[in-house]
């Protein structure tokens, strides 16, 4: 489960991947949130056009046994009007003012964390860190801003002598997954799951019995049905940069939670590391 369920967003984030009709239920749930949780299946169904079936497999598709958990977690869901219009993402206009700018990017990537632990999966966590700590060997592999997360990766475990590498172009990351083995871990990061490159590796680190592990969008994605370990990430929508640089924060955090959740759990090993690298840094910068 996640660390902090929210159905809304789930739903929100599930949208664009829904079969037509899941996708008119979902369309009127989002539009008329606060009736929702007074509604019968059968009065849902009419509302939004479809059918008391239909309904129902929405439920299942997000996760729910029955309508009537998939309500309760309507409501748990709920804030006021007046928070949750505090809590919308806002996109960068043109001619913005630079207070602004600096107010609606702050609180875009404040919601990309946020969003991320009600869609994250805590189990899926747990096994990650579990595959990365047995690992004879990290790999990251990612396109564009991507690429920038997996060599922030790069870095933190390298630091607690996690030997792990960063690939960032199409052909390195088909010769890099070429020779993967059994015993290590490959983390693909795509925030679409659809990066024709990212797909490419991860078939061939497959075949070579790598443990796959996905940072995604929470959707129904190729990459996400594939990976082995798939680590959600929620996103903005909005159409200027700043969705991007939401999605970059939300890959940012869930790296920094495999970091800390593999040095936790080996401090006693890994202190030793991060001490010498902190001393070198520091001695470094004192010159």
Not at 10 to 30: F, G, N, Q
Not at 162 to 174: E, I, N, P, R, V
Not at 200 to 214: G, R, S, V
Not at 264 to 269: G, K, P
């Amino acid at each position: 489960m996640s660390i902090n369920s929210n159905v809304l967003i789930k739903i929100r984030e599930m949208k664009d991947s829904l079969t037509p009709v899941e996708r008119m239920v979902a369309d009127y749930i989002l539009e008329n949130t606060e009736e929702i949780p007074h509604l019968s299946i059968k009065t849902l169904a009419q509302a939004s056009k479809t059918s008391d079936a239909s309904v129902l497999r929405f439920c299942k598709t997000m996760g729910y046994s029955g309508y009537r958990n998939f309500i309760v977690s309507i409501s748990a869901s709920l804030g006021s009007r007046e928070d949750e219009q505090k809590t919308q993402y806002t996109d960068i206009q043109p001619g913005d003012e630079l207070s602004t700018i600096i107010s609606n990017i702050s609180l875009n990537n404040c919601k990309s964390i946020e969003d991320t632990l009600s869609v994250i999966d805590n189990g899926e966590i747990s096994r990650a860190v579990e595959a990365l700590r047995t690992s004879k060997r990290i790999v990251f592999f990612g396109v564009g801003a991507s690429g920038l997360v997996c060599m922030d990766g790069e870095q933190k475990f390298s630091r607690i002598q996690k030997m792990c590498h960063a690939y960032t172009d199409g052909h390195s990351q088909l010769t890099a997954a070429t020779l993967l083995e059994e015993n290590d871990v490959a983390i693909f990061i795509s925030n679409s799951g659809a990066t024709i490159e990212i797909l490419d590796a991860l078939e061939i680190a497959q075949k070579n019995k790598a443990k796959c592990i996905a940072i995604t969008k929470y959707t129904k994605s190729e990459l996400a049905e594939k990976a082995d370990i798939v680590l959600s990430i929620s996103t903005p929508e909005v159409t200027i940069r700043s969705g991007a640089m939401g999605s970059r924060i939300a890959m940012l955090t869930v790296i920094d939670i495999l970091f800390a959740g593999v040095a936790s759990a080996e401090y006693e090993h890994v202190k030793v590391h991060l001490k010498k690298t902190r001393n070198i840094l520091n001695k470094k910068h004192r010159r």
